[in-house]
């Protein structure tokens, strides 16, 4: 596939995919922006929700 015909979506994959095989050139090691970046909007949605209702359940019974 073309570098001009991808996604912005399979660019970024492909960078991480190239960076994971060669992690000395990475200067931050995994965090939340490559979680939240391969899951899409939805996901992202869902764990913030998820989260969400973790923390109030937690509030909730421990305080």
Known sequence: MSENRETPE???????QKE?????????GSNLSDLVG??????????????TLGFIIYVGFFR
Not at 10 to 16: H, S, T
Not at 20 to 28: C, T
């Open 38 to 51: 391969g899951m899409g909007w939805k996901g992202t949605g869902i764990l913030i929700a998820v989260v």
């Open 20 to 28: 994971l095989k060669n992690p000395s050139s990475s200067i931050h």
């Open 10 to 16: 399979e660019r970024r994959e492909r960078m991480r």
